[in-house]
């Protein structure tokens, strides 16, 4: 208790001594007024975060209801999906050399080379758009 009094300032002291001892009156009056002041910032800080708290609560309940409606997709999905893709690309794209290098060695002209080139690229980006790896969603609005 004394800690307390020795750090405010002489104005708001708790323990104002009178002769013969101390001022209870006095005492009172300014412990009420600290505790007033104290438990009132501390009820504003309580306030402040029971609000935030409500908040954040707010926001994962909408976060919740926009997966289930379909509205949200959790991002280690879309992360494995891509890894899905990107990882079917390559595969396919890397079989290309071994499949075409023999024709194109018989090629004579770049055009007809590139021309080769393109239509086996289109082929397999057909074959992977077809082969399901990155489904659609049929209520896909947008």
Do not use: C
């Amino acid at each position: 208790m004394r800690d307390i009094d020795h750090t405010l300032p002489d104005d708001r002291k708790l323990f104002v001594k009178v002769e013969g001892g101390y001022d209870l009156a006095a005492f009172v009056q300014s412990w009420v007024k600290y505790n007033v002041e104290v438990v009132g910032r501390e009820e504003k800080d309580l306030n402040a975060e029971r609000a935030k708290h409500e908040r954040i609560k707010a926001q994962k309940t909408e976060l919740q209801v926009g997966v289930l409606q379909r509205d949200l997709v959790p991002a280690r999905e879309v992360r494995r999906a891509w890894a899905d893709i990107a990882l079917a690309v390559r595969d396919r794209l890397l079989e290309l050399p071994a499949r075409v290098g023999q024709t194109l060695v018989m090629i004579k002209t770049a055009e007809h080379a590139a021309s080769i080139l393109d239509a086996e690229i289109r082929d397999v980006l057909i074959a992977i758009a077809d082969s399901g790896i990155a489904v659609i969603d049929q209520d896909y609005d947008d």
